[in-house]
């Protein structure tokens, strides 16, 4: 069993910048970020595979976030820039433990999940 954990949800203005974390407790293939807001069913943000060659974003956070991984460490990031008050939701971290050529952005392909971190974006 794979643990995660994130860190480093908060407050922002519009236009302002957060970095999130996810570190794993064991080894995974692709780990990724999925968003849920109010009232709205989870979605995919952004999703890398073990070596980063396969890479995946949402069309609404294209050109904005970054994915990252830092697999020395069982970490990955999620740069967020240019933030809109419609990036407002709980960020959740997923990791899949099959091998796969190109990463999911399907919820149910996902083993693992984290508790969730807030970000907030204030118009």
């Known amino acids: 069993q794979v643990q995660l954990v994130e860190s480093g949800g908060g407050l922002v203005q519009a236009g302002g910048s957060l970095r999130l974390s996810c570190a794993a407790s064991?080894?995974?293939?692709?780990m990724g970020w999925f968003r849920q807001a109010p009232g709205k069913e989870r979605e995919f943000v952004a999703a890398?595979?073990?070596?980063?060659?396969?890479?995946a974003y949402a069309d609404s956070v294209k050109g904005r976030f970054t994915i990252s991984r830092d697999n020395a460490k069982s970490t990955v990031y999620l740069q967020m820039n240019s933030l809109k008050p419609e990036d407002t939701a709980v960020y959740y971290c997923a990791a899949d433990r099959d091998f796969r050529l190109v990463v999911a952005m399907q919820t149910s392909t996902y083993d693992y999940w984290g508790q969730g971190t807030q970000v907030t974006v204030s118009s």
């Open positions: 064991g080894r995974t293939y692709a």
């Open positions: 890398t595979n073990w070596s980063g060659g396969s890479i």
